[in-house]
């Protein structure tokens, strides 16, 4: 998180290591020769002089003034000063200008030291500066156990290192234990960053720190906090824990603990993990893990992404903000990209060409259009609205839509949605559909089967194409092509292109039939009441008596022609010129060798339930309704 020069080096070693190992691997090293070797005996710890500028003798010998260019040693500790007050050769006060050398690499100015060779107890008090190679401890008062190896300060501490400074109210060193603990009020200064702590503890031997209160790192880029953890300084490796923040630029992360590994460069977050970035990104799950070369984020565990296009969820994302692509699966996973939501069992997008690919159980819903799609496979692109949709629960898609308040099914082997760049006149977005091979249609009012049909939302108009049958009531319609007009989202009136034929059967006997070039046929609430017929027109219609009974039978033939229909019965036909025909009795004629050509009744194609949309559908002949053989089926 992140991307700058400056802030991938601060994060590849997290400078913790140059101020903590200043002042107490020193004395460790120097301790730790020691360790192993018990105490000498009290009576042979004794201070030498090894040079004085004046030397008094005190209280018959037992204390000893030394003025002037003291110097003074026990075994490896060396001590200088303007006045040092020697009694029994093990108690040492030295004032001004104190000076102590411990081996090669050690040395202690102060005010004024209190030591004592048989206890082993050094308290320097007063401007003490403790210094090792570039390091260099600031306080004012400084105790040093030799015994136990511990060194103290309870007064304030600075300690400097080239660019780091760090500074707290106490300090405890454990030589044996080789741990520093830092307590208080711990400041560390460096060009790159600041930190401060409640409490800070040091494992020299591993080169680890440890955090063990609320502490705040900030760099110009970042900052972290956290209230428990740690940081391995050798392998580059830190746990933050308990309220564990991360925040550079706009990006922000929080988690129970993060987890950072600094040669690989990525970040674990574990535990109600939760990632932001402005105010459009948000990413949280159980676990997040951060992928800071690549940007990538896997997130695992009812995880959730939402960038400025989409929300994606699922058991597990595989998301690359930097080009806001992801691959999703388990625990159904679904992006919403209002007006478009889509379910799958998995999910994978490809930044290369845009699109989508989900596969298993996919549910797609465009909320604007109140349209679904179910389907086993999709391939969809979120900038073009365009979907492509095969297979599904039954082996085809379907697809769902409310129109007049009622479901409309369609289903076939292919479903397409896609979106144009125009609009239409009321501002909304146009959306073109289409279905191929063997498209079936289901409404309460409405059924149909073809071949293929496309449909747009610029003039509300689906077209079937390729040996369409239309139902509607008891009316059945066919023709080349068939276009379904709609009015807002009711049913207006059917158009017939070539070759067209309306057939009526209130009875499923005798059938009304009209032919023609093209025919239109119009709808109101109770069904069909008119067709006009154009081009070549053929009718054959029953009459009725004003009780049902049927009295006779006419065959009419000119170029054009208007029938008006009722409950399924011509009512009134109009010719637009001579017609040639006649009516003729019930008993007279041969109901079947009168049919137009063409006739064909097929209600086993007639898909009449939810599930017809999936079945085979079989073509059948009319019922018989006299004695002569029946038309052969159409194959």
């Given amino acids: 998180m992140g991307r700058d020069k400056r802030e991938r080096a601060t994060h590849s070693r997290f400078l913790f290591l140059a101020f903590l190992i200043l002042l107490c691997p020193a004395l460790s090293r120097d301790v730790r020769a020691q360790t192993n070797q018990p105490p000498p005996a009290a009576e042979k710890e004794v201070i030498s002089i090894d040079r004085a500028d004046e030397l008094r003798m005190l209280q018959r010998g037992k204390t000893q003034v030394l003025v002037g260019n003291v110097e003074l040693s026990q075994d490896s500790i060396f001590m200088y000063g ?37 206890t082993l107890l050094a308290d320097l008090r007063g401007n003490v500066v403790l210094t090792r190679g570039e390091t260099e401890l600031y306080t004012q008062r400084l105790d040093y156990d030799l015994a136990t190896k511990t060194a103290t300060y309870h007064t304030g501490g600075r300690i400097v290192n080239q660019e780091t400074e760090l500074s707290s109210r106490h300090g405890y060193y454990y030589a044996d234990a080789r741990e520093v603990y830092f307590r208080d009020s711990v400041v560390v200064v460096d060009e790159r960053f600041e930190m401060r702590a409640d409490t800070l503890k040091y494992d020299l031997l591993n ?18 906090y956290c209230e428990s953890g740690f940081y391995d300084v050798a392998n580059d490796v830190a746990i933050f824990s308990k309220n564990a923040q991360y925040k550079s630029g706009t990006r922000l992360a929080a988690a129970d603990t993060i987890k950072y590994f600094g040669e690989r460069e990525v970040y674990v977050l574990e535990g109600n993990a939760y990632v932001a970035d402005g105010d459009n990104q948000r990413a949280t799950g159980d676990k997040i893990n951060y992928f800071r070369r690549d ?22 994302i595989d998301y690359n903000a930097l080009i806001s692509t992801y691959s999703v699966a388990g625990g159904r996973p679904r992006v919403s990209a209002p007006p478009m939501i889509v379910e799958a069992d998995k999910l994978n997008s490809d930044p290369v060409s845009g699109f989508t690919t989900a596969r298993g159980n996919v549910i797609y819903q465009d909320t604007s259009a109140q349209l679904t799609i179910e389907a086993e496979n999709a391939r969809y692109n979120e900038a073009t609205g365009y979907l492509k949709a095969t297979g599904g629960l039954r082996g085809r898609p379907l697809m769902t839509t409310v129109l007049e308040n009622d479901t409309l099914w369609v289903a076939a082997d292919t479903l397409l949605s896609y ?21 079936r249609i289901l409404k309460s009012d409405l059924q149909a089967v073809c071949d293929s049909l496309g449909f747009n939302t610029v003039d509300s108009v689906l077209t079937l194409y390729q040996n369409p ?18 009015d807002g989202e009711e049913l207006d009136r059917v158009q017939l292109r070539r070759n067209a034929l309306v057939l009526t059967g ?22 069909l009441v008119r067709t006009d017929v154009n081009g070549n027109a053929e009718a054959v219609y029953y009459i009725q008596d004003k009780v049902g009974a049927y009295v006779g039978v006419n065959k009419t033939a000119c170029s054009a022609m208007s029938l008006n229909f009722e409950n399924g019965s011509v009512r009134k036909i109009r010719f637009l010129d001579a017609p040639s025909g006649k009516m003729d ?11 137009v050509e063409g006739f064909r009744w097929e209600e086993r194609r007639r898909p009449l339930r939810l599930e017809d949309l999936f079945s085979v559908l079989k073509r059948e002949a009319p019922p018989v309704i006299d004695d002569e053989a029946p038309l052969i089926e159409e194959k």
């Fill in 207 to 224: 080169e680890i720190v440890y955090f063990l209160g609320p502490t705040v790192i900030r760099t110009d880029t970042h900052r972290i």
């Fill in 82 to 118: 303007d006045s040092v007050l020697l009694e029994g050769e093990q108690q040492v006060y030295a004032y001004d200008n104190v000076t102590i050398q411990q081996g090669d690499s050690l040395t202690a100015f102060c005010d004024i030291l209190d030591y004592n060779a048989a």
């Fill in 419 to 439: 979106r144009s760049d125009s609009v239409n006149a009321g501002g909304d977005t146009i959306r073109y559909l289409a279905a191929y091979k063997d498209v």
């Fill in 506 to 527: 209130p009875d499923l006997l005798f059938y009304n039939q009209v032919k023609g070039k093209d025919i239109v046929a119009i709808f109101d609430s109770s069904g």
């Fill in 469 to 486: 049958v239309l139902w509607q009531d008891t009316s059945q319609m066919t023709g080349d092509t068939i276009a379904i007009l709609f």
């Fill in 585 to 595: 009795p019930m008993g007279a004629v041969n109901h079947q060798s009168i049919r």
């Fill in 295 to 316: 940007d990538r984020y896997v997130i695992e565990g009812n995880a959730y992404v939402r960038d400025s296009l989409q929300t994606v969820t699922g058991d597990t």
